[in-house]
DNA sequence: AGCACGCCGACT
DNA sequence: GTCGGCGTGCTC
């Protein structure tokens, strides 16, 4: 007898759905949420599929659990994502589904409300209480209590007599309403003009992908409200993904400016029970707006009609564990399929959005001015083959007159310097041993306040020892070039008297410390910032009025194909910190090298050209454009089988036809979280079936012992 | 992700 | 002898 079957995909590790027997008379639809049995237990699961067949040998659905089921349109995205990401069916869906945390026990609310009884005994502890109640409003019964000025226990004995009845109170939304006419519109002609684009694309047929690109300070941000205030006006949702750490109250304030309302968030510290009445609210539609880190990307939105990506050049929205992803690229994707329009925002786009661009598949709206007639800073190099450093010193002598200028007027410089620590290699004077990373082969960095080698690969950290570990020579050890720290060393002899303060990713004291750092800085309580890449993006300062960076080719010559491009980012990045407030800002840069394309386009101003030219190096060098090159990560728990596969697969493996493998990318050997690492990167010949050459080619692969995976990052617009 | 099964070391 | 370590593999 044929009946019904349901082909459920569990969240786990599993490639297909598994096929359940429907128990007649349990009404159950696609995308239903369902407990099946699995093994030995109960899981919950999706049903991804319903069909008519023979089902006597199958075990049965257990029962239909209430909460968001799954659309359509979110079951072809999830199918898509492990699709093109190689992952799991079932690690696809875990992505999405929250279910409620068993631990926690529901915590209702309940409200007291006085009744006509009268208590048996009248105290004047009771008393009160009454005389508190008697407005009538529904309140806690601890807020009630602590109205009254007398104890839980005098509210207790009111219940149980009758005098006062309980209700279950009704819980807080989770988020406010957004209003989009509540705030401030007043935008600058050029804001104006990118934001009625955004806003008249929303409306098309089939909307667009679109780049918005704008100078660091030229209000990006006011422009894509708008396109959020249009789609809260229409009753539709709208995602706006950032960096996890660009989710600052400051970004938050800024949109309760606006709408008078903070957006709800979602993050990896969202948890519990918050996290789970925010997801329902998202499912049904009752939250408009979302700001959240790439993981929000994953959630069932019910009407979603714009996804921002901000800073959409950002590498934080690769996902490089579980199921590698880059959300920007499934940004793209979830808009098409949810009929939405996208805007990657940046004030240094990727090359590959650029492409796309070029190609046609994005539309690129431009903000070429800074807000409030402000101007972008000047940016001059110093060319250090000619102007002469002492010896031990790393700042020039006209670098060091400018921060001189600059704090006699009053005004803030910022020394960058991508290195965190004191000096990134020590070695001992007396026998040359260079000191190491034991587990990967990296220089330990010397962090002299912390006092201690440090790896920055892996994080290794050992005590600086007293004596060589080589030779055993006392005080032999010799720091070679510059950190951060060594710098604020220089910068305190020279300037013995100015505030100076050290930021990096490892500063002591966390992030909390840091916040008030960085306020602190912005309202002028500081001279002179030394800092790594941390300073490079979001705090605004508005005193800061110079920024040096103390060796701009750090990272120009590190084999990963996207230096430059990435050196060119942070660059243009961190000396847009100059001149954002009342004064004008500039910039130098000291080099080695002033005629590379990266810091010529810098100083030039001209982002444009760098582009082209770097395409253009990209080719001429074999890397293809973008849409066809694809990275594939090798790892696996020991450092033989990592790499005995990435060379298998790199020489040994024929590669499918069309498909070139150029080599290992980035750092070709990385220990990340216990595993070892290996990136190679890949070209293939056409874009089509790039996915397909890549899953038959890994099937010939020779199986190496091992748990090794491999994941794929490409351009998606060439699979849709 | 769980959970069972299985094959080797130190214990009542 | 067996308790338990975690390596490997399966779950409709």
């Not at 790439?294 to 564990?321: C, G, M, N, W």
């Not at 020590?426 to 912390?450: D, G, I, K, M, Q």
């Not at 994080?459 to 720290?485: F, I, N």
């Not at 009342?582 to 810091?599: C, F, M, N, S, Y």
Request: glycine share 8%; net charge neutral; aromatic share 6%.
């Amino acid at each position: 007898m044929a009946s019904k079957i349901a082909d459920v995909l569990i969240p786990l590790a599993l490639d297909t759905a598994y096929s359940y027997a429907v128990p007649d008379g349990l009404a159950l639809e696609e995308g239903d949420v369902v407990q099946v049995p699995l093994a030995t237990r109960e899981v919950a699961g999706v049903v991804w599929a319903l069909r008519e067949g023979q089902g006597a040998n199958f075990k049965k659905v257990t029962g239909v659990l209430e909460g968001p089921n799954l659309s359509p349109r979110m079951r072809k995205f999830l199918d898509w994502v492990s699709w093109y990401t190689l992952a799991p069916k079932g690690s696809a869906l875990a992505m999405s589904l929250k279910f409620p945390d068993p631990d926690r026990t529901e915590v209702v609310r309940v409200g007291v409300k006085l009744t006509e009884n009268l208590p048996r005994r009248m105290t004047p502890a009771r008393q009160k209480v009454i005389e508190a109640a008697r407005d009538g409003i529904v309140r806690l019964k601890s807020e009630l209590a602590h109205a009254a000025g007398v104890s839980n226990g005098v509210v207790d004995g009111l219940i149980d007599e009758g005098v006062l009845e309980t209700l279950a109170l009704l819980q807080e939304p989770v988020a406010g309403l957004p209003d989009p006419a509540f705030g401030d519109t007043t935008l600058s002609d050029g804001q104006d003009n990118a934001a009625k684009e955004l806003v008249a694309a929303m409306g098309e047929e089939h909307p667009p992908v679109i780049l918005l690109e704008g100078v660091t300070g030229s209000g990006k941000t006011e422009v894509y409200f708008e396109a959020v205030a249009e789609a809260v006006r229409q009753g539709k949702q709208a995602l706006i993904l950032m960096p996890e750490i660009a989710l600052t109250a400051q970004f938050l304030d800024r949109f309760a400016t606006r709408f008078g309302v903070k957006p709800a968030t979602w993050h990896s510290g969202v948890t519990g029970r918050k996290r789970e009445r925010l997801y329902a609210a998202i499912a049904s539609g009752e939250v408009k707006v979302i700001a959240g880190a790439r993981s929000a990307l994953f959630l069932p939105y019910h009407d979603l009609s714009l996804i921002v990506v901000d800073e959409e050049h950002e590498t934080a929205y690769k996902q490089d564990d579980g199921v590698h992803y880059h959300a920007r690229d499934m940004a793209v994707v979830r808009g098409k399929i949810e009929n939405a329009m996208v805007v990657l925002a940046s004030a240094t786009p990727s090359i590959e959005s650029r492409v796309n661009v070029e190609r046609g598949r994005y539309r690129h709206v431009k903000l070429p001015e800074r807000f409030g007639g402000r101007s972008m800073p000047q940016i001059r190099s110093i060319d250090l083959r000619r102007e002469q450093i002492p010896k031990g010193r790393w700042l020039s002598p006209s670098l060091v007159s400018s921060v001189e200028e600059t704090v006699a007027r009053g005004e803030q410089a910022l020394l960058f310097l991508n290195r965190r620590g004191y000096a990134p290699l020590t070695l001992c004077r007396a026998c040359a041993h260079r000191y190491e990373c034991p587990n990967c082969s990296a220089w330990l960095v010397e962090h002299r306040f912390r006092r201690s080698l440090v790896c920055h690969h892996c994080g290794h950290v050992e005590r600086t020892p007293q004596a060589c570990v080589e030779c055993g020579s006392l005080d032999s050890l010799v720091p070679c070039g510059p950190g951060v720290e060594r710098i604020a060393e220089e910068v305190t002899e020279l300037f013995p008297d100015k505030r100076t303060i050290v930021l990096s990713s490892d500063f002591p004291g966390g992030t909390e410390r840091l916040r008030t750092e960085l306020a602190a800085i912005a309202a002028g309580e500081v001279d002179i910032v030394i800092g790594t890449q941390l300073v490079a993006k979001g705090h605004n300062f508005p005193l800061m009025t110079l920024v040096g960076v103390l060796d701009a080719d750090i990272g120009l010559t590190s084999g990963d194909p996207r230096a430059a491009e990435r050196t060119f980012q942070m660059l243009q990045q961190v000396t847009g910190r100059a001149g954002r407030g009342e004064k004008p800002g500039r910039a130098l840069v000291q080099t080695w090298q002033p005629d590379h394309p990266v810091i010529a386009a810098l100083v030039s101003g001209d982002a444009e050209r760098f582009y082209e030219e770097e395409t253009r190096v990209r080719e001429m060098a074999g890397l293809p454009p973008f849409g066809r090159l694809a990275s594939l990560i090798v790892s696996a728990e020991e450092r033989e089988v990592a790499e005995a596969h990435a060379r298998a697969m790199a020489m040994v493996t024929e590669p499918p036809p069309g498909v070139m493998v150029l080599g290992p990318a980035e750092a070709p050997l990385a220990l990340i979280r216990g595993r070892y690492r290996y990136r190679l990167l890949v070209k293939t010949e056409r874009e089509v079936d790039l996915q397909a050459y890549l899953r038959s080619w890994l099937s010939r692969c020779p199986k190496v012992r091992g748990n090794t995976r491999v994941s794929i990052d490409v351009d998606p617009q060439s699979f849709l």
